[in-house]
């Protein structure tokens, strides 16, 4: 009889989960700039800036890609915002309210699936769940002020293709990148080289 629990986090679950985390903390602090630098590229239609949008959203996504445990979305997007809120984002503090929000979005798409499609249909609906979740939020907290038809539709409409695209599509070619050189091999990923 084997009394393991498959959804149980194993300590490398959560050192790798951990390390994605990190790392994209770091990126997302780097991004800020990436975004505040880009925006006079933008001002023939500002919110087309939200293409680049996704970079934010992809720990959630690849996470659990990975890992393939409940709260892996929330956990590396959560601890991801943290890291980059320590760092000095330029949104202070309300950057770990939108990593939490974030996380959640790819956390519900994986859990509709019932944590057992991790492929890249599976990824693109994490993607673009997750980019729902930041851009309802950003519609509350962000575009508040701004016309609605000229500015916050296309803002949030944007943001949902950039979390498809670079978050879903993204984080599963990462994943399938990084499975021939056996750094995954103690995962599933690892383990699933040939399917898509």
Excluded: H
């Excluded at 790819?106 to 994490?126: D, M, T």
């Excluded at 729902?132 to 508040?144: G, L, Q």
């Excluded at 599509?169 to 399917?195: I, K, N, Y």
Aim: glycine share 10%.
């Amino acid at each position: 009889m084997n009394d393991i629990n498959p959804r149980r986090w194993r300590t490398i679950d959560i050192v790798i989960a951990s390390v994605i985390a990190v790392t994209f903390g770091v990126i997302f602090w780097a991004w800020g700039t990436v975004w505040s630098v880009t925006e006079g590229a933008f001002a023939f239609f500002p919110p087309a800036q939200t293409l680049i949008y996704g970079v934010w959203l992809v720990p959630a996504v690849l996470g659990a890609l990975i890992v393939r445990k409940p709260g892996a979305s929330l956990y590396t997007e959560a601890v991801a915002a943290t890291v980059s809120a320590l760092l000095g984002s330029q949104w202070g503090v309300d950057t770990i309210v939108s990593g939490l929000l974030q996380g959640l979005g790819a956390e519900l798409a994986f859990a509709i699936l019932l944590y057992r499609n991790f492929k890249l249909p599976a990824a693109v609906l994490a993607g673009t769940l997750t980019g729902v979740s930041a851009a309802c939020y950003d519609f509350v907290k962000y575009t508040a002020g701004t016309d609605l038809w000229s500015y916050r539709i296309p803002y949030a409409v944007i943001t949902v293709i950039s979390g498809a695209i670079i978050a879903g599509a993204g984080s599963w070619a990462l994943v399938r990148a990084l499975a021939p050189t056996g750094v995954l091999d103690r995962f599933e990923a690892g383990r699933e080289r040939a399917s898509v």
